[in-house]
Structure formats: C-alpha cells, structure tokens
C-alpha cells in the first residue's frame, strides 16, 4: 500500500466505513429532494438575475452573493462566486426542478 493511500484511508474496514456511511446517509436525505424550494430559494434559485447563463461566470466573482437578485439587501459580505456558479449550473442542467436541484446539491454533499 502507497503512502497515500494510508493517508487518505483508502484500505482496509475504514473505507468501507466511510462508503456505508455515506450511503446511509444519502438513504436519508433522499425523501427530502422531493420537498419544494424553501425559504431563500426562490430568490436564489428562480429569481436570480445573473445565474440563468453560465457565460455570467465572471460577474459571479465581481459581486456579493444578494447583489444577484432582484431586492438587493445592501452589503452583507456574502461573497459566494462557487455557490452563484452551481446555482447557474443548476439552472442550465435542470431548468426550475426542485427535485433535480435537490438532487444535486445532495449528491454533491455526499461526495465531500
């Protein structure tokens, strides 16, 4: 076994550990993706006035995450230039699905 692979416990029961661990939890979380958009996800999601094309890609890294929508709240020192990326990508990959977009936000939680 490679140092790295000790390092990163890619051997032995942890690994499996880990993958029972995630998909236990990803057996958990799955009833949730089918649940509507909530609280800020409309605004976020569905109103958001720079993420409905990924060729905005450089205002995502010019502006505060809240600057995006339609009420701009003022300064909040939110600068999320990644999550305004996802969320474009969301909207590219899965148009206004709640479920697709739960979906994806799960599964990229479980692969973290």
């Keep these: 076994m490679s140092d790295v692979s000790k390092r990163l416990g ?6 499996w550990l880990g993958l029972l661990l995630v998909i236990v939890s990803g057996l958990v979380y799955l009833p949730w993706t089918s649940g509507s958009l909530v609280w800020d996800d409309p605004v976020l999601i569905l109103e958001n006035l720079v993420t409905d094309r990924l060729s905005n ?24 230039p990644l999550m305004l990326l996802d969320l ?3 909207r590219v990959l899965f148009a206004n699905s709640p479920r697709a977009l739960r979906l994806h936000s799960l599964l990229w939680h479980l692969g973290t």
């Excluded at 890619?10 to 690994?15: M, Q, S, V």
């Excluded at 502006?63 to 300064?75: A, I, Q, R, S, Y």
């Design 10 to 15: 890619a051997e032995g029961p942890d690994r």
């Design 88 to 90: 474009s990508i969301d």
């Design 57 to 80: 890609v450089a205002i995502f890294f010019q502006v505060e995450l809240w600057d995006t929508t339609p009420k701009p709240v003022g300064p909040t020192g939110f600068y999320r």
